[in-house]
């Protein structure tokens, strides 16, 4: 593995989604796939049953979507991290579009949504420079990856009894990850060496939700929400090109390698309880465990012309995370004059264990918090749509290794139109 551990490397001002050397493990950093009413609340949202909102997080509740609105929602988020190690600091900053769906009910009972989300990101450029032993020579290891996945769904949700709703999100999953690790010495007679690694992925998701809605009192009403995300093999293509350079000639000497279906998607299961007070305060806690112990990565061994991907099954851990998050509004239905008593405020709280191991040790914990606005746009033509603004803190960090700290702005909005209306003619 790639040594996280070492000095502190010189992240550059290049536009990544993710800035985190982090990324270089697997498929790169695993993104949220929430929109902008869950983003307040840190990702809370498998239990939540939204008629203005389309939430993905469980295609079960798309079958609470409004019969006579076409919703369109689309987000994107800027941040700024602070890298921390062996006492020194750096700051690197990256923006991206996040996510576009639409939703609506297709017929009684039955919701549909569509839409791009993102699926994973990788973004990092760094060094570590050491001397070999005790002497004055001293050998540079660059770190350089880019890319990332992303996937088109398309989803349906089904109440078939009143308060028992079903759904599935089918996706197709594609994108390129680059990765580039080289090696170089002092001084000339010793060869520099690099490793290209790219990986292409073109293959499907499949995601199951079920949601179970009770009134426990006139004016309560609870929902268990569950979810599995279906893990199977990716059939990427693999290929990797080792070039060895002699310094003092340039001639090179070159290998390639190239294999197949050695990554595969982690079986996830979620689970979610939401609590709704007279549709003003609402409470969700999520819980999600991602199968990554049962998932490997291709490394290359063998040298002297039998170089060959083998499979390291040493590389991941179960990743477990707790989201807690709560929406407030006094009266999301109130008149102009009181309109600062339409507006959501949210707040949500997250911990999620590591899913990477380094060097034998567990890597990153995530602690994250945010809070934020769910605001109502009110003109002559439309009082349904909303913009939703929040701010989010994540602090991913071990013992003896790298530290981050990311200050996350989302802004997304959700057009909400009524486009089903019946006209009536007298």
């Known amino acids: 593995m790639a040594a996280i551990t070492g000095q502190l490397f010189a992240q550059t001002d290049r536009q990544y989604t993710t800035v985190s050397p982090y990324s270089q493990f697997g498929l790169g950093i695993p993104l949220d796939q929430s929109q902008g009413f869950s983003k307040g609340m ?19 509740s798309y079958s609470s979507i409004d019969s006579l609105t076409f919703m369109f929602d689309a987000g994107v988020s800027g941040q700024l991290t602070n890298f921390e190690e062996n006492g020194k600091k750096k700051n690197a900053k990256s923006a991206s579009f996040d996510y576009v769906v639409a939703g609506f009910r297709a017929f009684r009972h039955v919701g549909v949504s569509f839409g791009l989300l993102p699926f994973t990101d990788v973004g990092y450029n760094y060094s570590s420079k050491q001397n070999v032993g005790d ?18 769904f398309l989803g349906i949700g089904w109440e078939p009894f009143k308060g028992v709703s079903l759904g599935v999100n089918g996706g197709y999953l594609w994108g390129n ?10 001084v000339s007679s010793i060869n520099s060496l690099s490793k290209y690694y790219e990986i292409n992925v073109k293959n499907y998701t499949l995601n199951f939700g079920a949601q179970f809605a009770a009134n426990v009192t006139k004016n309560d009403k609870l929902t268990l929400g569950l ?12 290929s990797s090109m080792v070039i060895s350079t002699n310094t003092q000639t340039s001639v090179l000497d070159t290998a390639k390698v190239e294999g197949n279906s050695m990554l595969k998607l982690p079986h996830t299961f979620g689970a979610g309880l939401a609590w709704n007070h007279r549709d003003k305060l609402k409470v969700g806690f999520d819980f999600t465990l991602q199968k990554w112990a049962d998932v490997g990565y291709p490394e290359l061994q063998g040298s002297n012309g039998n170089t060959q ?12 995370k707790f989201n807690l998050g709560v929406d407030y509004c006094a009266d999301e239905k109130g008149e102009r004059k009181k309109y600062l008593r339409m507006i959501h405020y949210r707040f949500g709280i997250s911990y999620a264990t590591p899913y990477l191991n380094i060097d034998g040790r567990d890597g990153p914990k995530e602690i994250s918090v945010s809070a934020g606005f769910g605001i109502p746009v009110i003109n002559s033509w439309n009082n349904r749509s909303t913009l939703n603004i929040s701010a989010q803190w994540v602090r991913n960090a071990a013992d003896n290794m790298l530290k981050e700290n990311t200050f996350r702005i989302n802004i997304g909005f959700t057009f909400n139109e009524r486009w089903f209306m019946k006209w009536k003619v007298n």
């Open 135 to 152: 002497t004055s020579t001293s050998y540079t290891n660059t770190y350089y990856g880019s890319g990332g996945l992303h996937q088109v």
């Open 42 to 60: 840190n990702g809370v949202g498998i239990g939540f049953r939204e008629h203005n909102m389309v939430n993905t997080l469980n295609p079960a």
């Open 227 to 238: 979810t599995y995300g279906f893990g199977h093999d990716l059939k990427e293509d693999l």
């Open 177 to 186: 990850i680059e990765k580039v690790v080289s090696n170089s010495y002092s």
């Open 309 to 320: 991907f083998v499979l390291n099954s040493q590389y991941f851990l179960d990743r477990k």
